[in-house]
């Protein structure tokens, strides 16, 4: 269910902004931090992973909202310092991190470096001592097993993320001697996009058990344990949403127990998360620019795609592509089947197929919902060269225009016409 209102917002932004764009709720944003908060009766710090949604305006307005941020490359990493936040307050996670990146982050002061490797953590000791400074790490683990339910997995099986469990008493061991570095913690993200509320306990109630044991066996007294949500979104009509209720009730006890040990009474826990804190907030409006009734099919064919949101044509891990959920915005009565398809030249480009939607014609708009995360992010808005989406964010009563990406491949641009002409 859509909240009430919902649609005179998107009405308004796709008539006063135009489409394709991007359409993200502040104030839901805001509850779904309260509602995190509240079922896990503070228990967890929040971290938002700034993967899921990078857009500047957003991590600013999440700067003194929610307690720590996650980039997972030095761009993510300027990006957050561009819109306000504290380094301090940022971890950088990510297995490829290049020897430029983890120079200019501890140049840039952040506040934890998570360690993936032997590597990483030798380049980090190397930069700390030559600008003498001792660097906080985490040290991120890959756990053997994953429970069933989680739609992407990046442990319990050989995985780049981290150091496996196997290894990790010896490479502790190591990392814990260099000098320049200071173990501060452990990071576990072991999956993600989970629905089953028992699966999410379990692995929560592993990782818990992964900390203690590494922890008693080095004799670390962590400040920090920041562990990965694999909270996951409903993003199809068919999918159940999580009930928060269910995983604080399973996992509370556990963490009371946890953070009664000696050792763990001053620890902070985090919890790192994306799409379940945007997700849900996000609407994307696509207009059908055509109708085309082909083989008995009826195609709408509209201005944003695959181009503009992957994870909706399933091309995004979806084993089997399912339709996001979506409505026609304004409504309209009886509903027809109907294939929605994007402005790309191939077949891949579908947002929907067999779709239940009211009639629909030329300039209808549609909004894909659960769509602020991985949305314009995670998509490939350079093939074909159409101007990219706009971003908006509705707040204190009023839309904002929040694009990152100005238009630059707009054909009515003068400056695009006088480049062209001089190519000729
Ligand atoms: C290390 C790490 N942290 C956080 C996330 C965010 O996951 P989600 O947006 O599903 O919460 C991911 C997703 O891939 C990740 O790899």
């Avoid at 379990?202 to 900390?211: A, C, H, S």
């Avoid at 044509?313 to 409505?327: A, D, T």
Wanted: aromatic share 8%; hydrophobic share 40%; glycine share 10%.
């Amino acid at each position: 269910m859509i909240p009430p209102g919902t649609d005179d917002w998107l009405d308004q932004a796709a008539e006063q902004f135009g489409t394709p764009s991007f359409v993200y709720f502040a104030d839901r944003i805001a509850q779904r931090i309260d509602e995190l908060r509240d079922a896990f009766e503070g228990r967890f710090a929040l971290s938002y992973a700034v993967k899921s949604n990078p857009n500047p305006a957003l991590l600013a307005w999440l700067n003194g909202r929610i307690d720590l941020l996650d980039v997972s490359s030095i761009g993510e990493f300027h990006l957050a310092i561009e819109a306000g936040w504290n380094p301090i307050l940022i971890s950088f996670t990510g297995p490829a991190k290049r020897d430029f990146e983890i120079r200019d982050a501890i140049h840039g002061n952040v506040g934890l470096l998570v360690i993936e490797s032997l590597r990483e953590a030798r380049l980090a000791n190397a930069v700390a001592r030559s600008i003498g400074c001792v660097q906080r790490v985490l040290v991120r683990i890959a756990p053997d097993s994953i429970p069933k339910g989680f739609g992407d997995q990046m442990a319990g099986r050989p995985s780049p993320f981290g150091i496996d469990l196997d290894d990790a008493a010896e490479a502790l061991g190591l990392i814990m001697a260099m000098p320049n570095l200071n173990l501060a913690g452990l990071h576990i993200y072991s999956g993600t996009q989970c629905l089953k509320p028992e699966a999410i306990v379990e692995n929560y109630r592993g990782f818990l058990q992964i900390f203690t044991m590494l922890c008693e066996a080095h004799e670390i007294t962590p400040d920090k344990l920041i562990l990965g949500s694999g909270l996951g979104v409903a993003y199809h009509d068919q999918d159940i949403p999580l009930n928060l209720t269910d995983i604080a009730s399973g996992i509370l006890p556990d963490i009371e127990r946890f953070c009664a040990q000696p050792r763990f009474a001053n620890t902070q826990l985090a919890l790192e998360l994306g799409r379940y804190l945007v997700a849900e907030a996000g609407f994307f409006l696509t207009r059908v620019v055509s109708i085309k009734q082909s083989r008995g099919v009826r195609i709408a064919i509209c201005d944003g795609g695959m181009n503009n949101h992957l994870p909706a044509s399933g091309h995004f891990g979806m084993v089997i592509r399912r339709n996001y959920s979506m409505h026609k915005v304004g409504g309209g009565t009886g509903l027809e089947k109907v294939d929605l398809s994007g402005p790309l030249c191939t077949s891949i480009d579908r947002l929907g197929s067999g779709v239940d939607l009211p009639h629909l014609e030329e300039g209808d708009v549609i909004a894909i919902h659960n769509s602020g995360a991985y949305g314009l992010t995670a998509s490939p808005i350079h093939f074909i060269s159409h101007a990219p989406p706009a971003e908006l964010m509705v707040m204190d009563g009023e839309i904002r225009d929040i694009s990152r990406f100005l238009p630059d491949v707009q054909p009515t641009q003068p400056v695009l016409y006088d480049a062209l002409k001089c190519r000729v």
